[in-house]
Structures are given as structure tokens and as C-alpha cells.
């Protein structure tokens, strides 16, 4: 699926619709898996996304994710998402990895906005990820409050995230 999201994507979109390639005008956000994806998008591609959201992110190390479950359908899913999870830490896949890589990069480096509901099950996560952003030195918007993992927060924080993004003058 990486390349499709990545590559093919856009250049379809781009296609179809009289969309902008410039960096200043292109996003990405996510929620859930798709707030570790935006984040991992954005982090493996800087030079294209000027921000990125993760609302209710998957922002964990899915190897030690493995290595905690005692539920071998979780470990037999992640195994096929992301191959061998001995070989997570590090990797294109690892979004701590990839935060510290841009932090260090002389290149362009994307605003990140962060949210997470304080009872979602992914909050301890995004609070981890939150410090390790912050201690990097990345621009983090970080916003919490009460909120589980489900669509009434994150048709709220949607709203947050809408108005925060750097949308340019028309």
C-alpha cells in the first residue's frame, strides 16, 4: 500500500483535479493507523507536505507492540504489514526513527499538529510520542482533553486541525 498512498496517489489526484504540487499547499492527516501514516508520510517525505495531523495516532513501536501481546492474530497482522518486526526499530516504519532523522536533516521540515483523547487505549502512546517530537525539537501543536477512540472527537478535533493548517491566501 506504501507506494500507492505515496507515489501513485497523488500523481492521479493530480490528474483529475487542478491540484497544486508545491509543498506549501499539500497536507496529509490521518487517524488511528492513519495518524501513524501521516506522520510517517510526512517524516519520510518532507520536501512534499508542509504539515501533517495525527488525530488518535497509532504512534508506537509496533515490534515491542508484538512482543507484549499475547494475541497471535495481532502479531500474524503486523507481521504482514510490516515484515519482520526484529527488524522494526529503525526502520522506514518506525516513526521514532523517522522523527529523529528529520530533526537532524538540513531540509524542510513539516508542522506537525497532535491530538489524542485522554481515555482513548492510544493515549499513553501519543503522550510517549509527544515528548520524544518535542525533545527533537519538531514543531509540535500538541492538544489532549477528554475523548475516546471514535468519531465524535475526532469530528472536534478535525475542526482544530482545519483551522491550524497553513492555508495560503487566495
Keep these: 500500500y506504501w507506494s500507492f498512498i505515496a507515489d501513485e496517489l497523488p500523481v492521479v489526484a493530480r490528474s483529475f483535479f487542478p491540484l497544486s504540487a508545491r509543498r506549501e499547499d499539500n ?34 513501536n509496533f515490534a515491542e507492540d508484538a512482543a507484549a501481546s499475547n494475541d497471535p492474530a495481532w502479531v500474524a497482522e503486523l507481521t504482514r504489514i510490516f515484515g519482520n518486526l526484529d527488524n522494526f526499530a529503525g526502520s522506514d ?48 501543536t500538541y492538544v489532549e482533553g477528554p475523548g475516546e477512540h471514535e468519531w465524535g472527537y475526532w ?16
Design 27 to 60: 497536507f496529509v492527516a490521518g487517524l488511528s493507523m492513519g495518524g501513524y501514516g501521516a506522520f510517517k508520510l510526512a517524516f519520510r517525505h518532507p520536501t512534499r507536505f508542509a504539515a501533517a495531523a495525527s488525530l488518535s495516532g497509532a504512534l508506537r
Design 93 to 140: 516504519n518506525d516513526v521514532y526513527a523517522l522523527a529523529e532523522r528529520l530533526a537532524r536533516s538540513k531540509g524542510p521540515v513539516p508542522k506537525l499538529h497532535q491530538c489524542c483523547g485522554t481515555e482513548d487505549f492510544l493515549y499513553a502512546d501519543n503522550v510517549r510520542f509527544k515528548a520524544h517530537a518535542e525533545a527533537l525539537g519538531l514543531p509540535l
Design 155 to 170: 469530528d472536534k478535533m478535525i475542526q482544530n486541525v482545519l483551522a491550524w493548517l497553513p492555508l495560503a491566501a487566495e
